[in-house]
């Protein structure tokens, strides 16, 4: 009897408790997906440090004052409207990374975000303007804001962008 039981334990582990040909449901997130709060364009997000609102996203303007782009690329810019929730200054540097429906990515380059760093007093706030050079195709379905800086105190933003909050082309 005990040895049954020990093959039927091998057996449903093996299978994952599953019935044979069935075809198991992945599990949302990865295993180094950071804590998020997640929305829209247009949207008011509060992470409990800063308050955020994606309020334009647009290709490249001379005032940009951009340059550097490799052959078969662009310049998208990300405009955010920001606020200091903190009981202090938030000093900090957040970067926006962009991803789309293949999971591709591309990120924001520092010395081009305007301003950097960043700080500001209780309750002020302030616009945040992040260019990223993508490829001409790219079409951006997620734009992801983290701070390295203050990653122990600072959950990420996700803001979900769809065909329609694109400039047109």
């Not at 440090?49 to 550097?68: C, F, H, M, W, Y």
């Not at 962009?98 to 706030?125: C, E, H, K, M, T």
């Not at 195709?137 to 803001?159: C, M, S």
Request: with cysteine.
């Amino acid at each position: 009897m005990f040895r049954i039981l020990v093959v039927l334990l091998a057996v449903s582990t093996l299978f994952g408790g599953q019935a044979s040909g069935a075809t198991p449901k992945p599990i949302a997130g990865g295993a180094n997906q950071i804590s998020g709060v997640e929305g829209g364009m247009n949207q008011t997000l509060f992470n409990g440090v800063i308050r955020l609102k994606l309020t334009q996203i647009r290709n490249a303007e001379p005032s940009d004052n951009l340059s550097g782009l490799d052959p078969g690329k662009k310049w998208m810019v990300f405009v955010f409207r920001c606020s200091n929730g903190l009981h202090a200054n938030y000093i900090g540097n957040p970067t926006l990374t962009l991803n789309d429906a293949q999971d591709n990515s591309y990120a924001s380059i520092d010395r081009f975000n305007s301003p950097v760093p960043i700080n500001v007093i209780q309750g002020q706030a302030w616009t945040e303007k992040m260019p990223v050079e993508v490829s001409h195709d790219f079409v951006p379905v997620k734009a992801v804001l983290t701070d390295g800086a203050n990653a122990r105190i600072w959950k990420a933003f996700r803001v979900h962008i769809k065909a329609t909050d694109l400039p047109a082309n």
